[in-house]
């Protein structure tokens, strides 16, 4: 099972605030890396482990047992992978997302990539993904922050989704972990909220699991041919 941490860097740290950071913490773990936006912490990261540099936005330290999965926000050069992957997950679960397969395979590229490029705001908002050793995209969970000042203590997670072959090893806990922790330390998020269908379901008792609690139900919220699927409305407090 993996487990670690992520050191996020925020804009304001300076190298070697960062770096401080990062050695306070390192101790104990296996270091896994993560450049921040602008590479500081770069050549500490480097003498710590002399692990693959990725280019984001903190250190990630994990433990010696970890698998290779490893995560970080989508950029970019992610938008074909991250399209495939919405495609997979609106086929596959129709009852889970309120998109459908159909109306966003007709969609126009372009539009797709407009909507890609608004969420690409990190902190505030971006698309958290899961990679395989071989740089597959096997996961995804989106994160959107409220902008309006009476909201913006509240974020959306959305479109979580795990490819099936990698169901069952903490890889949704581990993008959702990543996902709060950055929501309130970087994007100084109070609570998360999240929709889930249907009622009962795996994403149901996942969230459960995380520690969401229910706080309604929206009856007959989504409409698939002739039958109506309940979203439950649910928040965790960060
Ligand atoms: C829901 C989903 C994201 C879970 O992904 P996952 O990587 O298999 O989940 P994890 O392995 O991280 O499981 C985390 C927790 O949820 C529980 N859980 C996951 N799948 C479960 C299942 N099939 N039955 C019961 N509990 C389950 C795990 O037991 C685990 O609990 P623990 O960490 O306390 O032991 C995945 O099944 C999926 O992509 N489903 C289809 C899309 C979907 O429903 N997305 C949600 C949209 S809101």
Not at 3 to 21: H, Y
Not at 138 to 146: D, L, N, S, V
Not at 183 to 190: G, I, M, P, S
């Amino acid at each position: 099972m993996y487990r670690g941490r992520i050191v996020p860097c925020r804009n304001q740290d300076s190298g070697s605030e960062f770096c401080k950071k990062v050695f306070f913490q390192a101790k104990g773990y296996k270091s896994f890396v993560v450049t921040p936006l602008s590479y500081k912490g770069e050549t500490l990261a480097r003498s710590i482990c002399g692990s693959p540099i990725f280019n984001i936005f903190g250190v990630l330290l994990v433990d010696e047992s970890c698998s290779m999965i490893y995560y970080r926000p989508l950029e970019e050069h992610d938008f074909m992978a991250f399209v495939e992957l919405r495609k997979e997950a609106f086929l596959n679960e129709p009852e889970s997302f309120g998109s459908d397969y159909a109306t966003y395979t007709a969609t126009p590229l372009i539009d797709k990539e407009h909507f890609f490029e608004k969420v690409l705001n990190y902190p505030f908002s971006f698309v958290l993904g899961a990679f395989a050793e071989d740089n597959t995209m096997i996961g995804i969970a989106g994160f959107t922050c409220h902008t309006a000042t009476k909201r913006r203590h509240k974020g959306i997670l959305w479109g979580m989704y795990v490819k099936p072959a990698f169901r069952l090893q903490g890889i949704a806990r581990k993008l959702a972990e990543i996902i709060m922790l950055s929501a309130k330390e970087d994007a100084q998020c109070e609570q998360i909220l999240i929709t889930v269908s249907p009622p009962g379901s795996v994403a149901h008792q996942f969230y459960d699991r995380l520690g969401f609690i229910q706080y309604g139900v929206e009856y007959r919220a989504l409409k698939l041919d002739d039958e109506y699927v309940d979203e439950v409305l649910m928040m965790r407090v960060l």
